[in-house]
Each structure stands twice: as C-alpha cells, then as structure tokens.
C-alpha cells in the first residue's frame, strides 16, 4: 500500500511523521515506538506479519482504508528484531526522545538505531562462545583492503591482501553475519557461487562515498584523536585504511552514538599468523564437525576448559589463526608449563574466573547507554574478582603470566563505588526505581520514605497542629481538586492562627492549608515520580562512571580472556596427557607415540599411537597405503592436528614431540561434486590439489588424501606420482 502526494496531507500529523521517517530509512523495517508498543504500518506491517507470524490489524489515520499495522511489546522487542534481522532484514528504530508527559503536542521521535546482522548487540541474539563479525571490502584492481569488527566487543581489525584466494580465505577465517563492500567486489567472480552460498553472510553494496579515501582518512582520525595514521600504524595499508573508514562511517550510520567501545584498530599482515585456507579447516574439523557442523567431535570441544565467554571466543581465535613466529609459540608455551606445574594455583585462578561476566559485550552495552541495572551489576561482580586474579597470579613466575598479570587494571574505587550504589538484586527497569541502595543519597531515602510513610508524617502533623490550635476536632483530608488540606469547623473558627491559608468555605465548615503541609503535600504525591527519576539520574551516573573506564575495562577483558585461555589448554593438558613440543628450526617432525585429539576422546577402547618422522631432506615425503578402514585419514590428521596444537601455545597428545615451526597447512581429504558450478568430484581435486601446488612452500605441511578417486588404478598412481614430484 502507497501513499501519493494529494493523500499525504490527509493523514495524521503521527502518521506523516511516520511517512517521511520511512521515505528516509526506505530499506529498513521502521518500528515506531507509540507508548508500550512499537508498530509497524503499511507494507512493513504486512511483511512482519507474514514473517513473524503476528496478527494483522488497522489504524484509521485519514485514509479511505484503514493503515494495515501490527506491533510487539516494548520490552520484548529484541527478540522479534533478532528474528527478522536473522532472516535479512534491516531493522530501524524510532524511538519517544521525550517523556509524553511533558511533551507540548506530539511527542518528538528520532531514529536512535539500526539493526543489521553485523551490527545486532543483543545479547539474547548472539552466542556469548562466538564473534559476531562484520567485514568490510575494498576491493581494488592490484591490491584489497579488508577491516573486520565485532561491534559486540569493540574488536576492529585491518590488513590488506594481493590475490583473490587470501580474500577468500580470511573470509572464512572471520565467517562474518554481514559484509559492505565496493561495487567492485559486488561484480567480482569471488563473492558468487560456493563462497556466497557457504558463507551466507548478508552482502551490502554501499555508495562511492563510502569509500573515498579522503573521507575514510578523516573518519579514521576523527574517532581515534590522531593527527595522522601513522598513530595508527595502518600509514602503508591505503587499500586497508580506506576499508576501515568505509566500515567506520557505516557503523556510525547504522548505530547512531559515539562507538566509544571501539577504542583501537589492530592491523595484522599474513605473515603473522599461519593461513589456513577454507578446505583445510573443514577438513581438520578445528571448531565444527565436516558432518553434522557440530562443536561436539571437533579440535575446539577437547580444547574448550575455559569459563568464561571471552576466553571461548579467544580459544576460538587461537584454532583459526595459529602462530608461525617460534618467538610467540614458545611464550604461550611456557605460560601453559608454568600453570601446569602450578595446578593449584591454576585450579584457584578458575575459581576466581568463574564469576565474570563477558566484560567486553556488556561495556558495549555501557557505551552504548542500553545496560540496564542488572548489567551494572554483573560488570560490577567481574571487576570485584580482577583484584583477587592479579594476587593469585603474583606467586607464578613466566614472563607471559607477569605480562598478563600487568594488564589487570585496578578498579578497587570502581567496585567501592558502584557497591555503595547499587543494590545487590536490582529489577531489570531502568526507569521503575528500586535501583539505589539505601544510604548512597539523602534525598532518594527522603522520598522514599515519603512514598512509604506519607501517611505517618501527615498523622503527625496533624496531631501537633492540633495541640498547637486547640482545634479538637482539626483533620486533615484530601480531595482531586484541592489535594491535602486542614478542615475546621464554624464552631473552631476563631482558633485558627494566622499561618493558616483559607483554601475554600462550606456551610459548616472551612478548609486551610499551611507551608509546611504545602511542603509535605509537595513530596507526598510527587514521590515516587522524583524517587524515580533520582535513582535513574544515579544510574546514568553509575554508566558515566564505567564509561570512563572502558579503556582499561577493554584491556583488562583481553588479559581474562588470555589467562582463562592458557589455564583452559593447560588443564586438556593434564587430563588428557599432553606433552610439551620441542621446536626446532631444522625443519624435523618427529613425533613420538603420537595421538589423534579428538579420536581417542570419542573413543570407547585405547587409542593406538603411532610415530611419525618427517624432515625436509630424504625424509619429505611419506606415502601411505593400506585397507580401507585401516586409520591412514586418522594418522594423516594427527600430524596435522599436533602441528597446529603446538602452534596455537598448546601442548599434544604424543609421548614427545620435537618439531618444527610450518608456514601452512594443506589438507587435500576426500572430495564431493560440485555439479551446480559444473564441477565432478575429480574436477573439485584437481582443483584443490593445484590451489596446494601453487602456494605450498619448502615449510608447509602438505596432507593429500584420495587423490584421483574415480579413475583406475594406474591414473591415480600417475597422479599421485606427478604431485610428489
């Protein structure tokens, strides 16, 4: 249903403020906030109705037909957004910027947000065990900047890469909800067919604009206060700065605040990290099962002993971007040995990790100005632990634990404050009271005693103005018209004194008001309203408070999250009987009684270990042959599976181990059709194969399974033969 112009000046001033809302935010479905309800009318009411299955009613607003419309709740909207936005949908908000109350006409309303899957902060929508990113491309004939961001958890990353199969892989490496790119990427061969159907993130194409690289440079400076980017370190990355920006200005489109939680931006270069393409995670099953996509049977659930929710999304992390600097490896190392030799104090420090909430989602929610008291309260909790963290870690000696133990910053003014202030079971309303403790201000316990005791303190007054008159009859009464006031009878009259104000004369009777039941009056049925709105204004306080030190919040939430990942690998360590790997720069592989992490834990029986010895002289290259079922896939993957563990700071399942540092890991294991994009399993090995072929060097680790499944016998050998050589 449309609106043309003539009709236009015949609806509802409401409803043509809703009208030009819409025409601005026309890809979005507007929810526009009236009293408890957001609505939705015209065709985004109908789509909503269909989508999420609501009833479908009218609004008579001027027109010949009722508008169609339909609404949910205010306080449950977040679950109905997160629906639609899972299913595709831009989501705008409209919401009341004035109290209806005091509004003169009709209330002011403003669009304050914009939902996309990439930009969704609810934490009923996101799994607290995983980022939520959004990945901007900026895609150039020579070279393509990415920039990545969890607006959940201030995280913003940047780099730049030369050739199309890096951008493919660092997508799936990131496995974004939502990617903005150039036109240019739009149109391109890489976002289509497999890549686009796997990925199923939402694609936007944004306008030019949005890539200017004078724009992208002001807005990068701007948010983070520098002068220049070399401030920022991403000075070299033109093609990454300008997908950063891009990315920036759309989340400051899109979020409508400040974006204090994003306090800095990380660029990273290929050569920090091993790059596993998109064939090899599936294949080594690092955080999901190539089956059933399940957590359960994969690297990640042996690993996972963290306890909190940044350490899972950490852990996580270390899986997809394993370490190639030996310096780095042997740090993670050794602060995994230290927590193994200290169990005790590691079994201390879980304790003191199990009570803290995701510090970096709900400073998010801070910066944000949507966390509500009990939020307050579980950032409050997880600083109170940061204290009793740092004390335990001072008994450890590895210069990783002492690093991690620096970065726990001191919120012992925080925690004594935002105690004094908030009661230790506050209601979720932000806006409905019960939030202060009493004691933390004299006039919120004043009005709240007089919202609970209104009647005592009138009791009293009465009584000692009765004793001062002489009035023996004097009450005091309240009616709507009039309020509280003092009733004398005729036959009292000349007693009344002068401080005494003549509200209103009956036959019998008259009625009088003072100061101080003016005074009384004044609180009394003012209270709870000014109780409310004091203990709101003690909470924006208590946020403001948070909200300056979100830096150190942000720092300390990525040390927690590192300590709880090192106390996780150390403790599948123990209990599962892993060793410290020797690395050696000889390019050696030798592994002694080596076993498949995740196989032995599936397993009912005891797992069969096996040795492995590879090296880059004579010893390259192992061919293996066997009976189907015989375990060949299980061997070839162990070796890979504990190359990578030892490269990510975690110790392997083997009696010893001495091995080097690889560059990639290649994994070439079984094979289905591709017949959509005309490919049959052969074509799809072939293709895998070459894509190995081409980018393996002297230090990758190359595991070929199955190659030229299909034809005879001899062809297979031939191709087998023509791949090793």
Not at 29 to 34: G, K, Q, T
Not at 225 to 248: F, H, P, Q, W, Y
């Amino acid at each position: 249903m449309s609106i043309n112009s003539s009709e236009f000046s015949n609806v509802s001033p409401m409803m043509q403020h809703y009208l030009k809302t819409k025409e601005e935010y026309s890809d979005c479905l507007l929810f526009y906030r009236l009293g408890d309800f957001y609505e939705l009318f015209f065709d985004d009411a109908e789509t909503v109705s269909r989508e999420l299955e609501l009833t479908l009613t009218g609004k008579s607003c001027g027109l010949k037909e009722r508008a169609p419309m339909c609404g949910v709740p205010y306080h449950a909207v977040d679950v109905y957004i997160t629906r639609l936005v899972e299913k595709g949908y831009k989501v705008a908000i409209c919401e009341q910027m004035e109290d209806p109350k005091l509004a003169k006409g009709m209330v002011k309303r403003e669009v304050t947000r914009i939902v996309t899957p990439g930009t969704n902060t609810s934490m009923q929508a996101l799994d607290e065990k995983e980022n939520n990113y959004i990945f901007s491309v900026f895609y150039d004939a020579a070279v393509t900047g990415i920039a990545v961001a969890d607006v959940s958890t201030g995280d913003f990353y940047c780099s730049q890469l030369s050739d199309q199969e890096k951008l493919v892989d660092e997508l799936f490496r990131y496995d974004p909800s939502e990617i903005i790119c150039n036109e240019a990427f739009a149109l391109s061969a890489v976002i289509s067919g497999e890549v686009k159907e796997r990925l199923k993130a939402c694609v936007n194409t944004l306008d030019a604009h949005y890539f200017s690289q004078e724009n992208c440079t002001g807005v990068l400076k701007e948010h983070f206060k520098v002068s220049n980017l070399l401030a920022l370190g991403i000075d070299e990355l033109r093609a990454g700065t300008i997908a950063s920006g891009a990315l920036l200005r759309y989340l400051y489109d899109t979020q409508k605040n400040s974006l204090s939680n994003i306090t800095r931006i990380e660029a990273y270069l290929s050569g920090k990290y091993m790059l596993l393409d998109s064939a090899t995670r599936r294949n080594l099953e690092l955080t999901r099962t190539l089956r059933d996509k399940n957590v359960r049977g994969s690297l990640l659930w042996v690993l996972d002993r963290t306890k909190t929710a940044m350490g899972a999304r950490l852990l996580r992390q270390f899986l997809e971007q394993p370490l190639i600097q030996r310096e780095e490896i042997l740090r993670r190392h050794d602060a995994v040995e230290c927590l193994s030799q200290s169990s005790v104090d590691r079994d201390e420090i879980r304790e003191y990790l199990q009570p803290v909430y995701d510090l970096e989602r709900l400073t998010t929610r801070v910066s944000y100005g949507s966390a509500n008291p009990r939020d307050v309260l579980a950032l409050r909790e997880s600083l109170r632990m940061i204290a009793p963290l740092k004390n335990a870690l001072s008994a450890l000696e590895c210069a990783e634990l002492k690093r991690v133990q620096s970065d726990l910053c001191d919120f012992t003014e925080l925690v004594r404050y935002l105690d004094s202030a908030l009661v230790d079971e506050p209601p979720l309303a932000m806006k409905e009271g019960g939030i202060i403790k009493e004691g933390f201000s004299g006039d919120i316990d004043h009005f709240r005693e007089a919202k609970t005791q209104g009647r005592q303190w009138l009791a009293q007054l009465e009584e000692t103005d009765r004793n001062r008159t002489g009035i023996k009859n004097l009450r005091i009464k309240y009616n709507n018209v009039f309020g509280y006031f003092f009733e004398v009878t005729n036959s009292f009259k000349d007693l009344v004194p002068d401080d005494f104000i003549r509200k209103q004369t009956l036959v019998g009777s008259e009625r009088y008001t003072t100061a101080k039941l003016k005074e009384l009056e004044d609180t009394i049925l003012n209270a709870e309203d000014k109780l409310n709105d004091l203990e709101y204004e003690a909470f924006c306080a208590m946020r403001d408070a948070i909200s300056d030190r979100i830096t150190d919040i942000q720092k300390s939430a990525k040390a927690i999250a590192l300590l709880d990942v090192y106390c996780s690998l150390s403790l599948a360590a123990e209990r599962n009987h892993y060793v410290r790997p020797h690395l050696n720069d000889s390019g050696v592989i030798k592994i002694t009684g080596g076993r498949h992490p995740v196989v032995e834990q599936m397993m009912e029986g005891e797992f069969i270990s096996n040795d492995t010895m590879l090296d880059n002289k004579k010893n390259s290259i192992a061919v293996i042959t066997g009976p189907n079922m015989a375990g060949k896939s299980t061997y070839m993957r162990q070796v890979a599976l504990i190359m990578l563990m030892s490269q990510i700071g975690s110790f392997v399942p083997a009696q010893s181990a001495d091995i080097c540092v690889v560059d990639r890991i290649f994994t070439r294991v079984g094979a289905s059709d591709d017949l959509g994009s005309g490919q049959s399993t052969f074509m799809v090995e072939m293709n895998e194969v070459a894509n190995i072929l081409r980018n393996a060097t002297s230090k990758s680790l190359l595991i070929l399974d199955e190659i030229g499944r299909g034809t005879s016998t001899f062809d297979g050998l031939s191709i087998a033969w023509a791949v090793i050589e």
